[in-house]
Nanobody, 119 residues
């Protein structure tokens, strides 16, 4: 099992910044992909940003140029720097990790951290 703990959410005004962190621990073999997803009230969970072990990134169109994903492989950490925040960024943000062991690829999710952007 892999455990994920997110931190860094909170209340921020429009145009402000937040930095989310996610720490992975447990039976980590090789983390292939780390990413962030979000879910707003009444909406489905959606991809925000992912970062592969090879360094490739993929961002939702709505966050390009404002949010930046990064990772620290030595610490098994993934971060989401959020700038120029908008009210529509309000959601619960979830960390996601794909851990590869001898049996295959396994998805793990954090408990989520609330981000609220006030206008």
């Amino acid at each position: 099992q892999v455990q994920l703990v997110e931190s860094g959410g909170g209340l921020v005004q429009v145009g402000g910044s937040l930095r989310l962190s996610c720490a992975a621990s447990g039976r980590i073999f090789r983390i292939n992909r780390m990413g962030w997803y979000r879910q707003a009230p009444g909406k489905q969970r959606e991809l925000v940003a992912v970062l592969t072990s090879g360094g490739s990134t993929n961002y939702a169109d709505s966050v390009k140029g404002r949010l930046t994903i990064s990772r620290d492989n030595a610490k098994n950490m993934v971060y989401l720097q959020m700038n120029s925040l908008k009210p529509e960024d309000t959601a619960v943000y979830y960390c996601n990790v794909v851990n590869v062991d001898g049996r295959g690829d396994f998805d793990y999710w954090g408990q989520g951290t609330q981000v609220t952007v006030s206008s």
